[in-house]
């Protein structure tokens, strides 16, 4: 019963991401690897950490371009990049690993063999939430160094 609770608490440690070298996607155990762009990256760095949480369009352009100016397309531009994302993700992982829209709210990271992931309810929100808030202060402390 431990292993399941670890387990639970690192959700997603399967799908592996690399920036040496440039941004790299990769399944634990697999010889594959799929390049990736910045925001690709950042996109699904971001949805491993929020742990099944949702990220919404406003935290994933936040991610992506900070503030976004109101005369940018964002949302279909973050529509294009998930749908992209989404594809190379399940062609690596063999559909083990998919984004998931759910609709009006936004997008989470699912694992297909282990269930208790596919959704993580409250508490994943609540953790994808955290996550934001954290990411996006570290990202202010890092630009005020530069």
């Known amino acids: 019963?431990?292993?399941?609770?670890?387990?639970?608490?690192?959700?997603?440690?399967?799908?592996?991401?690399?920036?040496?070298?440039?941004?790299?996607?990769?399944?634990?155990?697999?010889?594959?690897?799929?390049?990736?762009?910045?925001?690709?990256?950042?996109?699904?760095?971001?949805?491993?950490?929020?742990?099944?949480?949702?990220?919404?369009?406003?935290?994933?352009?936040?991610?992506?371009?900070?503030?976004?100016?109101?005369?940018?397309?964002?949302s279909n531009t973050v529509n294009v990049l998930i749908s992209r994302l989404r594809q190379k993700i399940e062609l690596i992982s063999n559909k083990r690993f998919s984004i998931e829209t759910w609709k009006g709210m936004g997008w989470y990271l699912s694992d297909k063999l282990h269930p208790e992931f596919l959704h993580m309810s409250a508490e994943g929100n609540k953790r994808g939430g955290q996550f934001m808030r954290e990411h996006m202060k570290g990202n202010d402390n890092a630009r005020k160094k530069t």
Do not use: H, N
Not at 12 to 35: H, M, N, W
Not at 39 to 59: H, M, N, P
């Open 1 to 74: 019963m431990e292993g399941a609770l670890e387990r639970q608490e690192k959700p997603f440690d399967d799908l592996l991401l690399a920036a040496d070298g440039g941004p790299t996607l990769s399944i634990k155990g697999s010889d594959s690897v799929e390049r990736l762009y910045d925001s690709e990256f950042r996109t699904v760095l971001a949805l491993k950490k929020a742990q099944g949480g949702i990220l919404s369009l406003l935290d994933i352009t936040d991610i992506l371009y900070g503030e976004p100016d109101s005369d940018l397309p964002i």
